[in-house]
C-alpha cells in the first residue's frame, strides 16, 4: 500500500496542449484542465467534467438568502498528464471538495486512443471479463492487508471504485482511491500496487500501450513538425529581452501617488504580451505565480526578474490554506519556492494567499508578508476588458494594491488602458515592497493597501499631485 501521489509528465509533452486555468474567488472554486486541438475528445472531455464539477459545486452551495453570503466551501480541480506516446494519452484528474461537514478528493484518469471517438476508462486497459475479475481480486488483496482499509467496504469491489488507474515506470498497475471510499480515516491518496508480473496478462491490446506509454511516455509529434520541435513553452530568450525599466530610486510613495499593480495565478500564455505593456508604460509590478505554471514557464519569470518585477509566491495548488494542515501549508509554499528559485536563483520575497484566505498559522508559516489588496477587479469573474479597465481607474486610490489575472487575455488587453488612465490621473507605478517605503513589509503580517498618504484629500479634490 503507497500513499504517494502518482507523478505526472511534463505537459511540453504534447505541443499543442493548452493549460485553462478558470476561478472564483468569492466561492473559492480553482480549476485547471486541459484542451488538445489534436485530440478534441480530450477538450471535450475536460471542459465537461470542469463545467459538471463547477455546476454540481455551486447548486450544493448556494448563498444564504438573508445575508447574500456563501458557505464556507471549496472546489479545486486539477489536471495532470500521466501517459502518452504516438497513440494513447492519459490524463489524471484530482478533484478536493470541502463544505461545512468535511472534505476530500477525488481521482479520475481518462485514457485517450490518438484518434479514437471516445473517452476511455479502466475497464478498456483489461481484455475479458475474466481478466478484469482476477485484476479486482488483486487489488483486493493488496489494498485489505491495510490496517486502515475496512474489508467490508471492498468486498464487492464495485467498478467505480477503480476509475483511476496507471502505470508507474516498472509496469506495475497503480490504483487510486478517493479519500474516504475505503473506511473513514483513509485520507490519501491511497494507491494500491499491483505488480506488473500480475498485470501484465491481464490487459488488452490498448492496456499493453498504455502501460508502455506510461512506462516510457514519448513526445507527441505534430504532422510536419520534426522532433526537435518537441520543446517546452518558453518566453524571450535572454538574447531577446528588452532592457530592464528606468530606475525606480528616489521613488517615495509618502509623496507621491503611488500603486502597485498585482498579477496572479501566472505566468499564463500571455504574459508576455503583458510584460511588453508594463515595459512600454513603465510600470514595475508583482507578479504572484504559481508552482506549475512557474514550472512551465521558467524563461518568463526570468524575464520578469530582469525587468525589474517582483516575483511573489501564489502556492502550489491554489488550496485554501485556512483548510489545510501546517505540513501542507508549508509544502504548498515551499514546492512553489523551489520552482522560483530554479528559474531567478532567490525564492519569493511575499506570499498571496488563494481566495485572499488567510490566518495567524499560514501568515507565520508563510515566513514573507503576506499580501492582499484592497481593490478587486473582478476580472475573474466578468472576463470583460472593459470593466477591468473601469474598475482599476475608478477604484484605486493612493496606496493601493490591485488585484488581476494574468492567466486571462481580457486582462491583459486591459492593461495598456488601465496605466494610460491611471498615469493621466498623476500615478506611479511600482512593486509592493516599493510602495510600502521606509517603514518596510514585516514575515507573517498582512497588507491590503500601504499607509494612507497625508495628502490623500488634497490627491483627491485636485489641489495637488503630479
Known amino acids: 500500500m503507497d500513499r504517494q501521489n502518482t507523478d505526472s509528465l511534463p505537459i511540453s509533452l504534447v505541443p499543442d496542449l493548452e493549460v485553462v486555468a478558470q476561478s472564483d474567488e468569492h466561492r473559492r472554486i480553482y480549476t485547471r484542465h486541459f484542451e488538445v486541438p489534436s485530440v478534441p475528445e480530450a477538450t471535450r472531455v475536460q471542459r465537461e467534467l470542469v463545467k459538471d464539477e463547477v455546476e454540481a459545486f455551486k447548486g450544493a452551495n448556494v448563498p ?6 456563501f458557505p464556507v466551501a471549496e472546489l479545486n480541480l486539477r489536471s495532470h498528464l500521466t501517459a502518452l506516446s504516438g497513440q494513447v494519452m492519459a490524463i489524471r484528474v484530482n478533484t478536493y471538495e470541502s463544505s461545512g461537514t468535511g472534505g476530500g478528493t477525488r481521482y479520475l484518469t481518462q485514457w485517450f486512443a490518438l484518434g479514437g471517438p471516445r ?7 483489461f481484455d475479458s471479463d475474466d481478466d478484469w475479475a482476477e485484476f479486482k481480486e488483486f487489488v483486493l488483496q493488496a489494498a485489505t492487508s491495510d490496517t486502515l482499509v475496512l474489508t467490508g467496504s471492498l468486498r464487492e469491489l464495485d467498478d467505480s471504485l477503480l476509475d483511476s488507474v496507471n502505470f508507474d515506470a516498472q509496469g506495475n498497475a497503480l490504483v487510486e482511491f478517493d479519500d474516504n471510499s475505503l473506511g473513514a480515516g483513509t485520507i490519501g491518496p491511497v494507491t494500491v500496487t499491483v505488480a506488473a508480473e500480475q498485470v501484465s496478462a491481464l490487459l488488452s491490446d490498448f492496456g ?3 502501460r508502455t506509454a506510461s512506462m516510457s511516455p514519448s513526445p507527441r509529434i505534430q504532422p510536419g513538425q520534426s522532433q526537435d520541435a518537441v520543446a517546452p513553452e518558453a518566453g524571450r530568450s535572454r538574447s531577446q529581452e528588452p532592457g530592464p525599466p ?3 530610486r528616489g521613488i517615495d510613495c509618502r509623496t507621491e501617488k503611488c500603486v502597485a499593480l498585482t498579477f496572479d495565478d501566472g505566468p ?21 505565480v504559481t508552482g506549475p505554471n512557474a514550472m512551465l514557464r521558467p524563461d518568463m519569470l526570468q524575464r520578469m526578474a530582469s525587468e525589474g518585477h517582483e516575483i511573489g509566491n501564489h502556492t502550489w495548488n491554489h488550496r485554501s490554506l485556512t483548510s489545510l494542515s501546517s505540513a501542507q501549508i508549508r509544502s504548498e509554499i515551499d514546492r512553489t519556492n523551489d520552482m522560483i528559485s ?3 536563483n532567490q525564492p519569493a520575497t511575499l506570499m498571496r494567499p488563494p481566495f485572499g484566505a488567510h490566518n495567524s498559522i499560514s501568515d507565520r508559516l508563510a515566513s514573507t508578508p503576506v499580501i492582499l489588496w484592497d481593490v478587486d477587479t473582478l476580472d475573474w469573474k466578468h472576463r470583460n476588458t472593459e470593466k477591468v479597465v473601469d474598475a482599476a481607474i475608478k477604484q484605486t486610490r493612493p496606496g493601493s494594491i490591485v488585484l488581476m489575472h494574468d492567466i486571462h487575455p481580457s486582462t491583459v488587453a486591459a492593461v495598456p488602458r488601465i496605466l494610460s488612465g491611471l498615469k493621466d490621473k498623476g500615478y506611479t507605478f511600482v512593486t509592493v515592497t516599493e510602495l510600502m517605503g521606509p517603514a518596510g513589509l514585516e514575515a507573517g503580517e498582512s497588507y491590503a493597501h500601504a499607509p494612507r498618504p497625508a495628502k490623500l484629500d488634497n490627491w483627491e479634490t485636485g489641489k495637488a499631485g503630479r
Open 119 to 125: 473517452v476511455l476508462g479502466t475497464r478498456d486497459l
Open 64 to 69: 444564504d438568502v438573508s445575508t447574500g453570503t
Open 246 to 248: 528606468s530606475s525606480r
Open 208 to 210: 499493453a500501450l498504455a
Open 268 to 288: 499564463g500564455p500571455k504574459t508576455g504580451a503583458l510584460l511588453d505593456s508594463l515595459r512600454r508604460g513603465d510600470a514595475p509590478s508583482t507578479f504572484f
Open 342 to 344: 530554479r528559474a531567478v
